[in-house]
Every structure is written in C-alpha cells, then in structure tokens.
C-alpha cells in the first residue's frame, strides 16, 4: 500500500512503544479514548486491548477501510474524517465522560490539532500526544529558557505538558527527518485560577509574542497600546522595562493583561 507523505504517513514499527504510548496514558478501564491518526493501526492495538472504546479518526480512506476489517469489535470505532472536524464535544457526550486522547500526530499540522485540542478541553481529561522533538521542546518549555515562547503558553494555559519520551527515526517506516517526542497533557485550564478570560487573554497572549525580538513594552505599543499606559501596568507588576514576553511566567503574563485591563476599564 503506497504511503503517502502528505499525510504525515509515518508508521510506528516499536512495538514497545506503542505499548509504552497507551501505559502512558494511565488507568484505561471503562473509559473511551479518541485516537488521532491510527494509520494501520499500531497504537489501537494497544489502545484496544485496554480501554472500553476506541474512536479512531484517521483522514485516509483507505487506511480507514484496512482498520474497520482489521478491528471488528465493537471496542473500536472507525471514523473516516479530517480530526480538526472532529466533535469531541459530541463524542465525549455520547460516551458519558471527558475523553482521553492518544495520537502519533502527523507532523505536518500539530499546531492546528493542538489548537483544536484545547478549543475542545472542555470534553478532555488527558492526552498522550508524539510530535516533532523541536514542538514538544517548545510545548513543554518553562519560561527564559530557548524554547519558551507562544505555543508553551497557549499549550501550558489549557493544563501541564510534560515531556515522556524521545524515538528515534529508525523506531517509524518509512523513517522521518527528525526524532519524535511523546508528551502528555492534562486539561485543567487556568482562566478562573488567574482570573482571566478566555479569549480576550489568549489574544493578548499572541500581541506580547508577536515579535520575538521586540521587548514586551514594544509589541505592547506595535499592539496599540499607549506608553504611559504600558509603563505604569509593567510599575504595577514589577516587570523590567526591557523584558521580553519569553522570560514571562503565565502567573505574570497574567497579572500584567489584568492591570492594562484595569487601566483601560477605568478610562
Ligand atoms: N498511528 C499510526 C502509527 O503510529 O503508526 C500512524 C501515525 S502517522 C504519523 C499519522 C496518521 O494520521 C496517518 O495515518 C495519516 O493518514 C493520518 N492523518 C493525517 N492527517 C489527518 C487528519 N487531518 N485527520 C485524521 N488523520 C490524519
């Protein structure tokens, strides 16, 4: 069966791993977890052999095909659809319970999957997720360190990410440039904890990150903000003048989006 690269199609042959992906995930009994991009099935398998059902989203139809003969039971439930058109919502209703999810991603739109992921936590309890090495270095990165940057922060404000393991590209066929990384994310969104709201942080989130080279003081003004505005608020919350957004820890971000808000609500 020819792979197809613009899929991500890189198959998973370490048959250990596979089993250390679904260990990882944690107790499985009675409880429904939804696989991204099964493939021909590698992580199901194990997935299968533990939890009480398994949906498996794969996009390619003939893959999805070769899993609903390879997997009759009703345990396991093939979903031929794009995951970012996935309702986990719905299926976490269906099946009584916040979701788990599993997934060897591919690559090529991990971003978009982790967007939808937290869009979605709501319907989540945890996932263990294989990415690029580079994006789970960056996922799980705290704050000053290389890595750390927008996509810690809008991964870390839906729960922790914690790095597991690394394989290298001999572990997948056909084998891919880069090694892979398998993470686990716990949803447990801080908005309340902080204080914050959704959107209107998230959006502030992106302004302070929009620039890596800009200090935070100029990607707030690039934002629209004004200077007397952006001095007093980084005053108020004891934040260097030339700061970068990058040495910022969520509590601080945070507390800095809730003063500029309290100036602008007072005006
Ligand atoms: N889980 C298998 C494994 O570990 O061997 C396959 C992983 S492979 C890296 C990624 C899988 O995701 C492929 O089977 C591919 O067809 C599927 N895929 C690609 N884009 C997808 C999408 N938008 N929605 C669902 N599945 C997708």
């Not at 319970?97 to 599993?102: D, G, I, S, T, Y």
């Not at 729960?159 to 394989?167: H, I, K, Q, V, W």
């Not at 934002?223 to 919350?237: K, Y």
Request: proline share 6%; net charge positive; glycine share 6%.
């Amino acid at each position: 069966m020819p792979v197809k690269p613009k899929l991500g199609q890189n198959f998973l042959h370490d048959v250990q791993a596979t089993q250390r992906i679904a260990a990882s995930l944690g107790d499985l009994s009675g409880r429904t977890v939804v696989e991204i991009g099964p493939g021909r099935g590698a992580i199901t398998a194990s997935l299968a052999a533990r939890a009480a059902h398994v949906i498996a989203v794969e996009l390619d139809p003939v893959l999805a095909a070769r899993l609903r003969t390879e997997f009759p039971s009703d345990r396991v439930t093939v979903v031929g659809q794009d995951v970012l058109h996935f309702d986990f919502a719905a299926a976490a209703q269906a099946a009584g319970q916040r979701l788990l999810v599993a997934g060897n991603l591919p690559y090529g739109i991990t971003s978009q999957i982790l967007l939808k992921l937290a869009a979605s936590h709501a319907a989540l309890d945890r996932a263990i997720l294989m990415v690029q090495r580079e994006v789970a270095d960056r996922v799980t990165a705290s704050p000053s360190s290389r890595d750390y940057g927008l996509l810690s922060v809008t991964v870390q404000i839906f729960g922790p990410a914690e790095s597991l393991f690394t394989l290298p590209p001999s572990a997948f066929s056909p084998p891919p440039d880069v090694y892979s990384t398998v993470f686990r994310w716990r949803f447990a969104p801080r908005f309340a904890e902080l204080g914050v709201e959704e959107a209107p942080f998230l959006r502030f989130v992106r302004q302070v990150f929009a620039q890596k080279r800009k200090t935070l003081a100029n990607n707030l003004r690039t934002a629209g903000l004004q200077p007397p505005v952006i001095v007093t608020a980084l005053e108020r919350t004891a934040i260097d003048s030339h700061a970068r957004a990058e040495a910022l820890s969520i509590e601080t971000l945070a507390a800095l989006f809730n003063h500029l808000k309290a100036q602008q609500d007072s005006v």
